[in-house]
């Protein structure tokens, strides 16, 4: 130990840890996303992540947003001026259908931002990923498993939290490694 120093006192308690609380998946993804939304010109990832919410299904299955090319200003007076160009991604087959539902985008796009923010939609071709295929459905329960899970369930009244839970149990019981054995 050196001159003058103090002994270090080792049973202080360590302070409680805190616990944090659940946080939404998609509330971290567009944290993580926004400085790479950024650098393409989206104000955050909102375009990215609600794409499918913004254009009808099959627009999202074939079209992607790459980035916003916001006009340049020639002065302050031009700040009233037009909106973005959103320069989306399709792949040929459906680039036609693209530019005929361009209009309806764009409205759908500023309703959604509040404001006119974008004027007009840049079609680019190439390749669109495939979208992933949908899971099968969990093979049915034996005779004796569906009795088991109402057994567990008979004295919950019919709520969607008991439907809830009969969902989850016929998923975890259909998952089982052990079944059928």
Do not use: C, Y
Not at 24 to 32: T, Y
Not at 129 to 134: I, K, L, V
Not at 142 to 147: D, I, P, R, S, V
């Amino acid at each position: 130990m050196a001159r003058g120093s103090k002994p270090r006192d080792d049973t202080r308690a360590a302070p409680p840890r805190r616990r944090r609380r659940a946080v939404p998946l998609a509330d971290l993804i567009g944290d993580a996303l926004t400085p790479a939304a950024r650098k393409r010109g989206f104000a955050s990832a909102a375009i990215l992540t609600h794409w499918d919410s913004i254009v009808d299904e099959e627009t999202a299955r074939t079209a992607l947003p790459e980035r916003l090319i916001w006009p340049r200003r020639q002065s302050d007076e031009d700040a009233a001026g037009g909106g973005a160009t959103l320069v989306v991604a399709t792949n040929g087959a459906s680039a036609l259908v693209l530019q005929h539902t361009a209009p309806v985008i764009v409205d759908r796009l500023n309703t959604f931002f509040g404001w006119r923010a974008v004027e007009r939609i840049k079609i680019v071709q190439r390749p669109i990923p495939a979208p992933e295929a949908p899971k099968p459905p969990p093979p049915p329960l034996t005779a004796e498993e569906e009795a088991a899970l109402a057994e567990r369930l008979a004295a919950m009244e019919d709520t969607p939290l008991k439907a809830a839970l009969e969902r989850l149990g016929r998923a975890v019981m259909s998952a089982r490694p052990d079944r059928g054995r």
